[in-house]
């Protein structure tokens, strides 16, 4: 039998498996309150997510997840990175209405 998991270990599993399908590796990924945003990929390769970010549906979750993740290989917002957020978070633009900041996910321009 399965045990239960809190859910922020969920979202700690749900991040290692996107990043294993999107081949990415990255140091370290961390929970942490952020009031101001979701998440964060700092250049050293460490994805920081909001604690409370295990609350919310898990398609939204995908959409920060991944958008991070994928920073461990794109580290602007270019044709790439949008092309690549489509393949895998179809529809991802209407998810970017709840962020946080006005900017990006992570805080970014
Ligand atoms: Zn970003």
Known sequence: M???L???EELR???VAWA???RVN????????????????SS???VTLATDLAEQD???QDFVIVHELLHLRFPTHGRLFK????THVPGWRALEARRRDGAGVNGDP
């Open 58 to 60: 898990g398609r939204f």
């Open 26 to 41: 990255p140091r370290v990924v961390r929970l942490q309150d952020m009031r101001r945003k979701w998440g964060s990929c």
């Open 83 to 86: 092309v690549m957020m489509t």
């Open 2 to 4: 399965r045990s239960p």
């Open 44 to 46: 050293r390769g460490t």
């Open 13 to 15: 599993r749900r991040t």
């Open 6 to 8: 809190y859910p922020a």
């Open 20 to 22: 294993v399908k999107l």
